[in-house]
């Protein structure tokens, strides 16, 4: 056999290994709708849906649609080459997803991840890293779990919405620089994790260029401590709009 034969293998897996993944949990005749946004130049894109049925191509921005005639869980996959270079844009909205196969950070290029009303997507994110070009972030209405004290919110985010989760902690806060808004509200957090994103926020405040952010972290979350409730009203000082218990 030819040397180069294995490299070949090498390279195919590999590039299927990058492939955006997840997993749907459907009764029959539910539908899943995802949409995938690519950069100019991408080739052509299809999605395989995990039940035996005909891939359909991928049209850049257009919300697809699939039913499934057998309820269970299933496999979703967005074939196409050189995902980490195009990949923009995904979005699954009020879907059935169960589990997410492939994490963000295997698409440098991402800038808009929205996966809301997801109520089966039961998953510990804790080690997920945010792309470095992220803008919109917007995991709410989904029982997801894990400590996010790791991530980092980038320079690019405009919007980190994480509200309605079963999240803890509170992400690194010292690149924010485009922030408009944090949701951390209903997340069940402790008074500690509450006081946390307070005392980030007002250490961080001076470097952000929007002239009115805002922090909501009220619902089911515990109140700030008087340290805490210290911090928010400086936040206010500062222009920020904040929402505590």
């Given at each position: 056999?030819?040397?180069?034969i294995?490299?070949?293998?090498?390279k195919k897996?590999?590039t299927?290994?990058?492939?955006f993944?997840?997993?749907?949990?459907?009764?029959?005749g539910?539908?899943?709708?995802?949409?995938?946004?690519?950069?100019?130049?991408?080739?052509?894109a299809?999605?395989?849906?995990?039940?035996?049925?005909?891939?359909?191509?991928v049209?850049?921005?257009?919300?697809?649609?699939?039913?499934?005639t057998?309820?269970?869980?299933?496999?979703?996959?967005?074939?196409?080459?050189?995902?980490a270079?195009?990949?923009?844009?995904?979005?699954?909205?009020s879907?059935?997803?169960?589990?997410v196969?492939?994490?963000i950070?295997?698409?440098?290029?991402?800038t808009?991840?929205?996966?809301?009303?997801?109520s089966a997507?039961?998953?510990n994110?804790s080690?997920?890293?945010?792309?470095?070009?992220?803008?919109?972030?917007?995991?709410?209405?989904?029982p997801?779990i894990g400590?996010?004290?790791?991530?980092?919110?980038?320079?690019?985010?405009?919007?980190?919405?994480?509200?309605?989760?079963?999240?803890?902690?509170?992400?690194?806060?010292?690149?924010?620089v485009?922030?408009?808004?944090?949701?951390?509200?209903?997340t069940?957090?402790?008074?500690?994790?509450?006081?946390?994103y307070?005392?980030?926020c007002?250490?961080?405040?001076?470097?952000?260029?929007?002239?009115?952010?805002?922090?909501?972290?009220g619902?089911?979350?515990?109140?700030?401590?008087?340290?805490?409730?210290?911090?928010?009203?400086?936040?206010?000082?500062?222009?920020?709009?904040?929402?505590?218990?």
């Amino acid at each position: 056999m030819p040397s180069y034969i294995p490299i070949l293998l090498w390279k195919k897996f590999a590039t299927k290994k990058n492939y955006f993944r997840y997993q749907v949990t459907v009764t029959a005749g539910q539908a899943t709708t995802p949409k995938f946004t690519f950069g100019a130049g991408a080739p052509a894109a299809v999605v395989d849906w995990g039940d035996g049925t005909a891939q359909s191509a991928v049209t850049s921005g257009v919300e697809l649609n699939h039913a499934y005639t057998v309820g269970g869980t299933y496999t979703v996959t967005l074939i196409a080459p050189n995902q980490a270079k195009y990949l923009t844009q995904i979005d699954i909205g009020s879907d059935k997803v169960s589990q997410v196969l492939t994490p963000i950070h295997k698409f440098p290029k991402l800038t808009y991840y929205q996966l809301n009303n997801n109520s089966a997507w039961v998953q510990n994110i804790s080690g997920w890293v945010m792309p470095p070009s992220i803008v919109y972030l917007w995991l709410r209405v989904c029982p997801l779990i894990g400590d996010i004290s790791g991530w980092v919110v980038p320079a690019s985010q405009l919007y980190f919405w994480v509200h309605s989760t079963s999240l803890s902690g509170c992400p690194n806060l010292d690149s924010m620089v485009s922030i408009q808004q944090i949701r951390a509200d209903d997340t069940a957090l402790i008074q500690a994790s509450v006081d946390l994103y307070l005392s980030r926020c007002v250490a961080n405040e001076g470097d952000t260029t929007f002239a009115t952010p805002t922090l909501n972290l009220g619902g089911t979350n515990q109140a700030p401590s008087a340290a805490g409730l210290l911090d928010k009203a400086t936040l206010v000082a500062a222009g920020w709009i904040v929402t505590t218990n």
